[in-house]
Antibody
Framework: QVQLVQSGGEVKKPGASVKVSCKASGYRVSSYGISWVRQAPGQGLEWMGWISASNDNANYAQKFQGRVAMTTDTSTRTAYMELRSLRFDDTAVYYC??????????WGQGTLVTVSS | QTVVTQEPSLTVSPGGTVTLTCASSTGAVTSAYYPNWFQQKPGQAPRALIYSADNRHSWTPARFSGSLLGGKAALTLSGVQPEDEADYYCLLYYGGAVIFGGGTKLTVL
């Protein structure tokens, strides 16, 4: 079955960077892109962007442009999301999601990133 | 700034029917917005329920149905079960951008 397994939680200081990984299994990698979605504590879902698995074409939400980078490594079936210049309000659970065209189908378990001084 | 609006909270009795809606600040929601619906229970990742307005995933129970209703996307739960108590989020596509609604907390009481 389709599985997305994310890396473990992180604690970072303001101004630092974090890189979250998402390893996929159970499907043809070229069939799905990867979106990243975050959820601050007690809040709703926020779409951060999307990357194609086939050609590394990425599309970022305007809010994160210049601060986020999404990449994939097809040889290891792993997607990465790096967020730079972290602020306190970047504290959130970050999810990777396998996307088929316009359908966010399969979700990772989430990675808690805590920004704290 | 585009905003997607959902009811903050709804309450339904077990066995009843409830409709959640998803509106866009840009105007009527059509199939071109490819509405998605997700269910999230406390401490869990969201789970996809509906895509492209009215298509169930293979794992989505038949009591969940999606539609376009009165210029909004809608999620109807028929024969509600206690386990349907959860937060529900919609998502709309705006060309290359994606925006989630604020979520609806559904209480089964």
């Amino acid at each position: 079955q389709v599985q997305l397994v994310q890396s473990g939680g992180e604690v970072k200081k303001p101004g630092a960077s974090v890189k979250v990984s998402c390893k996929a299994s159970g499907y043809r990698v070229s069939s799905y892109g990867i979106s990243w979605v975050r959820q601050a504590p007690g809040q709703g879902l926020e779409w951060m962007g999307w990357i194609s698995a086939s050609n590394d074409n990425a599309n970022y939400a305007q809010k994160f442009q210049g601060r986020v980078a999404m990449t994939t490594d097809t040889s290891t079936r792993t997607a990465y999301m790096e967020l730079r210049s972290l602020r306190f309000d970047d504290t959130a659970v970050y999810y990777c999601v396998a996307v088929a065209a316009t359908s966010l189908d399969y979700w990772g378990q989430g990675t808690l990133v805590t920004v704290s001084s | 700034q585009t905003v997607v609006t959902q009811e903050p909270s709804l309450t339904v009795s077990p066995g009843g029917t409830v409709t959640l809606t998803c509106a866009s600040s840009t105007g009527a929601v059509t199939s071109a917005y490819y509405p998605n619906w997700f269910q999230q229970k406390p401490g869990q990742a969201p789970r996809a329920l509906i895509y492209s307005a009215d298509n169930r995933h293979s794992w989505t129970p038949a009591r969940f149905s999606g539609s376009l209703l009165g210029g909004k996307a809608a999620l109807t739960l028929s024969g509600v079960q206690p386990e349907d108590e959860a937060d529900y989020y919609c998502l709309l596509y705006y060309g290359g951008a994606v925006i989630f609604g604020g979520g609806t907390k559904l209480t089964v009481l």
